[in-house]
């Protein structure tokens, strides 16, 4: 079992940044894969990126690639999303999620249904 809390929302102008952390408990997560996901206002759950366990590789959206930047450390338990140029169409609950290390992550990162475990999400907000 993993616990996943994120910090790090908050209100920022548009072209500002915000840097989301995502801690786990429970098990170890070095053997996880991690993504991140957001929820805007009546829209359905939008995948933003993902990292492998190792870190090795990473995948993002393309609404978000050149603007944010997922990273992690295993030893610290953390998975983090640097958010840069900031849009009002960021503007969503952003949750971390995770799952069990597998070959099919490079097929089955942007899916919902592939990570068993959520956190709570924070919020992001982006003024225009």
């Known amino acids: 079992q993993v616990q996943l809390v994120e910090t790090g929302g908050g209100l920022v102008q548009a072209g500002g940044s915000l840097r989301l952390s995502c801690a786990a408990s429970?098990?170890?997560?070095?053997?996880?894969?991690m993504g991140w996901f957001r929820r805007a206002p009546g829209k359905e759950l939008q995948f933003v990126a993902a990292?492998?366990?190792?870190?090795?590789?990473?995948y993002y959206a393309d609404a978000v690639k050149g603007r944010y930047t997922i990273s992690r450390d295993n030893a610290e338990n953390m998975v983090f999303l640097q958010m840069n140029s900031l849009k009002p169409e960021d503007t969503a609950v952003y949750l971390c999620?995770?799952?069990?290390?597998?070959?099919?992550?490079?097929?089955?990162?942007?899916?919902?249904?592939?990570?068993?475990?959520w956190g709570q999400g924070t919020q992001v907000t982006v003024s225009s």
């Open positions: 429970g098990r170890t997560t070095g053997s996880y894969s």
């Open positions: 999620a995770a799952r069990a290390s597998h070959p099919d992550f490079r097929v089955t990162y942007y899916k919902p249904g592939a990570y068993p475990y």
């Open positions: 990292i492998s366990s190792t870190a090795h590789t990473t």
